[in-house]
């Protein structure tokens, strides 16, 4: 059969819009997302209602949201090829949220681990955070997904999606695409430059340890020349033994699009590991940060894009929440 004939697999991914993206995302997820793009059908969210799930500054969030945006369009998601909208920007979203909330048990919710993890961490527990896998199965379901790559940390956000999808098929008839779970193969994980046994969180978490997309040349040699390393004095790639050193060796690799394994067996002293990792992650940020900030002083073309975005999931969207609506027995206006 010619292979253009078959509908190209369809990724559906999701972000929330929580303040800033940093080197751990742009290598370990957002890199995947752009290659995506080539040979998948691909559907990017920005999940700002899953955001409301946890107190929210209302400037902030917006600020965050329109950041984020144009950082993913800088990264080189392509808004005209691919889909990119806001979560809020489609109702359909809530709207078969609802249906997910009454297809999926009180048990399954309350087995979620992310669930005990961030309500064991915040002092205002809301129902939306209870309730957050529903909201993220319709994210889903919404757009006929077959695949989801998103990290192992989701991996029961995935499960429960597959197995609303299930319920809700075998109760009411054929209405979703099961969707997959797909780990990010390339995904490189990086580490905090000052404690690199821990993934690189939110920079205000870890100033010194973690390097913001949007960072200056200055700010990342500096953070680099600072990362903490080992006193054996040997370049080799080896997680266990030599965190600090390997996290190096993974930020330049996938800055380059090498291994770790290979970028080591070029260098013998770290300080020639560090000034060559500093500049090719200045090299890797310097159009993205042109990009961003050409998209930052235009913000009528960030908004028509995503206009477009949400007019393009609508048009999918609608459908399926008209499916779900029929099947499930609620009358038609
Ligand atoms: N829960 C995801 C996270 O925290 C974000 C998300 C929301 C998502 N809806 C999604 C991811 C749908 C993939 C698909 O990372």
Redesign the pocket.
């Known amino acids: 059969m010619c292979p253009n004939l078959k509908r190209m697999a369809r990724v559906?991914?999701?972000?929330?819009p929580s303040g800033e993206l940093h080197l751990g995302n742009l290598l370990g997820a957002l890199v995947n997302w752009v290659d995506h793009q080539k040979s998948h059908d691909a559907v990017y969210?920005i999940?700002d209602l899953?955001a409301l799930t946890l107190p929210k500054n209302p400037e902030e969030l917006r600020k965050n949201s329109l950041e984020l945006a144009q950082l993913l369009i800088a990264v080189g998601i392509n808004p005209e090829e691919s889909i990119l909208f806001m979560?809020s920007h489609v109702p359909e979203h809530s709207q078969l949220a609802w249906l997910m909330e009454c297809t999926v048990s009180f048990g399954e919710l309350n087995r979620m681990t992310?669930f005990k993890d961030k309500s064991g961490r915040n002092e205002f527990i809301s129902g939306g955070l209870f309730t957050?896998?529903a909201?993220?199965a319709a994210?889903?379901l919404l757009y006929d997904?077959d695949l989801?790559?998103?990290?192992d940390?989701?991996r029961q956000?995935?499960e429960i999606?597959r197995d609303i999808a299930e319920r809700f098929n075998s109760r009411f008839g054929d209405t979703f695409v099961v969707p997959k779970h797909v780990i990010p193969p390339a995904g490189a994980r990086i580490m905090d430059l000052q404690h690199p046994e821990r993934k690189m969180s939110k920079s205000e978490l870890s100033p010194a340890g973690t390097i913001n997309v949007l960072e200056t040349p200055e700010s990342i040699t500096k953070k680099i020349k600072r990362a903490v390393t080992d006193s054996d004095g040997d370049v080799r790639f080896d997680v266990e033994e030599k965190p600090g050193v390997s996290n190096l060796l993974s930020i330049l690799a996938a800055a380059t699009s090498s291994t770790p394994e290979k970028v080591a067996s070029s260098y013998s002293r770290y300080g020639d590991l560090k000034s060559d990792t500093a500049d090719a992650v200045i090299a890797l940020l310097r159009p993205i940060q042109e990009k961003f900030r050409e998209l930052e002083s235009d913000p009528a073309e960030t908004s028509r894009l995503l206009t477009l975005g949400s007019s393009k999931a609508r048009e999918i969207s609608s459908a399926t929440l008209g499916r779900a609506m029929q099947n499930i027995g609620l009358l038609e206006t």
């Open positions: 559906f991914s999701g972000i929330q969210c999940v899953h979560q992310a957050y896998p909201l993220q994210d889903i997904t989801v790559p998103v990290g940390d989701q956000h995935i999606t």
